[in-house]
């Protein structure tokens, strides 16, 4: 992410992606998002792609999909090339969990999260994750591989898990990666992926999750600066672990503040927060859009 709005380096290879996730309207949030990456990538005359998350197949919405390119477009938001869309590599993060599977590194997990839910609640102070989800208590780490078998050919419903205790034995050392801002050197920021327990890196109903299949995809896209919301900023420790167990190269990263509502809240897709198309059907302008984003964010966009 350095600065060099001036003279765009023809020869700069640096990648940025903007990720929706198609489950929803994009928001003034995603818009704010997308234009702050388009603009580091314009400044450094880098590449922008285009990704959709879409692994979560009860949310996600072709629909959704159609509207949020269209939204983007409007907005004059502009990527190079087909958008990747993560629905379509399954197979790459299975084969990924399988590979961590193998070195005794993620484990099959047949707890549901109510189960999980109701263990912690009825102990006192049970930690809690990042997200404030309650950290696996560790009931399926260690059973039998027989019991493991027995239980997923009896049909049982299960999700992966990586093992953080062995995880951090095998990588041996603190992890560390480069946050940047917007015209400075940047800082080295140490992983704190133990802060996730045995974080859940497969899904019951897909052989991803966010975490797994945001990392495989950045090296796969060749990214090289990842600039996301301060709300994943807590992710990054469990991605960089993630990438040291993969292999994986480690983009640089920035976490942008989040735009609220005038309440101060997070806006969210499930919540009452306007959508870009509703602000549109308001009469709202692409351009008075980035004006009033540039205002509250105290940036140029
Ligand atoms: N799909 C995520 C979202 O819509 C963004 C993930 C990322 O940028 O790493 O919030």
């Avoid at 818009?31 to 388009?38: D, E, I």
């Avoid at 919301?229 to 992710?235: E, I, N």
């Avoid at 989040?258 to 308001?282: E, H, T, W, Y």
């Amino acid at each position: 992410m350095k600065e060099r709005s001036e003279d765009a380096d023809p020869e700069c290879r640096s990648v940025f992606r903007f990720a929706p996730s198609p489950n929803g309207y994009l928001h003034l949030g995603h818009a704010y998002s997308a234009l702050f990456n388009v603009k580091l990538a314009q400044a450094c005359g880098g590449k922008m792609l285009l990704r959709i998350e879409d692994i979560d197949s009860e949310r996600s919405r072709r629909s959704f999909e159609a509207a949020l390119i269209e939204d983007l477009r409007w907005l004059g938001f502009n990527w190079t090339g087909a958008p990747r869309r993560q629905s379509e590599h399954m197979a790459d993060y299975r084969a990924a969990l399988d590979r961590l599977a193998r070195r005794g590194l993620a484990y099959p997990c047949f707890c549901s999260r109510g189960e999980i839910a109701r263990a912690c609640a009825a102990r006192t102070n049970w930690p809690r994750d990042p997200d404030g989800v309650f950290l696996y208590p560790g009931a399926c780490r260690d059973l039998s591989v027989g019991e493991r078998n027995a239980r997923i050919e009896a049909g049982a419903r299960w999700s992966f898990r990586l093992d953080m205790e062995k995880a951090l034995i095998e990588i041996g050392k603190p992890l560390t990666y480069m946050e940047f801002h917007e015209g400075d050197a940047g800082v080295k920021v140490t992983a704190e992926p133990s802060a996730w327990g045995d974080a859940l890196i497969g899904r019951r109903d897909a052989p991803a999750s966010y975490h797994i299949a945001c990392v495989l995809d950045d090296h796969a896209q060749g990214v090289t600066d990842v600039v996301r919301g301060l709300d994943l900023d807590a992710a990054t420790g469990l991605h960089r672990l993630l990438q040291a167990l993969l292999g994986l190269r480690t983009p640089q990263y920035h976490h942008h503040r989040l735009v609220l509502d005038d309440q101060g809240r997070k806006l969210s897709k499930s919540k009452s927060s306007p959508s870009l198309r509703d602000l549109r059907a308001r009469g709202v302008s692409a351009a008075q859009i980035r004006e009033e984003l540039s205002r509250q964010m105290q940036i140029a966009l």
